[in-house]
């Protein structure tokens, strides 16, 4: 069964703090990797992806990946309330013809203001 | 921006009955999948969608459910004898390669 944890939470941190979301993948074969924001009663949104191993940075948001020790997180710079949301942790195993991701539980963030 | 629609929004069905989940993927996307999400859990993989054909689907897509597309556009989910179980969240999804586009979801509540 190929897995992929994440504390479920949740996370709660003051506004203007840095935000830390960790997550691990069991599938050594896991190509890609995701962070997705879901809204409660909404659709995961993607915020970022990484495929290589180092750092990723898009605005206030820095995808990290660690293949050898399968362990991908985000950070979250200046966290707003606007950014308190359910964090998804996705990984693809890509190849044939689907890429089909498999998701944590995902992290839920409280940014207090 | 282009996005994924879905429709129904809602849907409200009795235990035993049929019904089926419309998914308008992005235009130039080529893979289409459908996931579930039962309240409080996390987003299961059900099906993925490519050249026609189904490319891989999961325990959970059973012959309960099949999907097509009719046309150059639609991509649909049927669930056959809905059982209470059935509640959840479906979303679809579509990509180009790798990278996934979620539709804004079906809540289909099983009665």
């Known amino acids: 069964q190929k897995e992929v944890e994440q504390n479920s939470g949740p996370l709660s941190v003051p506004e203007g703090a840095i935000a830390s979301l960790n997550c691990t993948y069991s599938?050594?074969?896991?190509?890609?990797f995701f962070w997705y924001r879901q809204y409660s009663g909404k659709s995961p949104e993607l915020i970022m992806s990484?495929?290589?191993?180092g750092d990723k940075e898009d605005g206030r948001f820095t995808a990290q990946l660690n293949k050898a020790s399968q362990y991908v997180s985000l950070l979250i710079r200046d966290s707003q309330p606007s950014d308190s949301a359910t964090y998804l942790c996705?990984?693809?195993?890509?190849?044939?013809?689907?890429?089909?991701?498999?998701f944590g539980k995902g992290t839920l963030l409280t940014v207090n203001p | 921006e282009p996005e994924v629609t879905q429709t129904p929004s809602h849907q409200v069905t009795q235990m035993g009955q049929e019904v089926i989940l419309r998914c308008v993927p992005i235009?130039?996307?080529?893979?289409f999948y459908w996931y579930r999400q039962i309240l409080g859990q996390k987003v299961e993989f059900l099906v993925s969608?490519?050249?026609?054909?189904?490319?891989?689907k999961s325990e959970i897509f059973d012959d309960q459910f099949s999907v097509e597309r009719p046309d150059g556009s639609n991509f649909t989910l049927k669930i056959r004898s809905t059982k209470l179980e059935d509640s959840a969240m479906y979303f679809c999804?579509?990509?180009?390669?790798?990278?996934?586009?979620f539709g804004s979801g079906t809540q289909l509540s099983v009665l």
């Open positions: 999804a579509s990509s180009l390669t790798v990278e996934l586009f």
């Open positions: 599938d050594r074969g896991s190509q890609s």
């Open positions: 990484i495929y290589s191993n």
């Open positions: 996705a990984v693809n195993r890509s190849g044939g013809s689907n890429y089909k991701l498999t």
């Open positions: 235009s130039n996307h080529l893979y």
């Open positions: 969608f490519y050249n026609n054909e189904i490319s891989e």
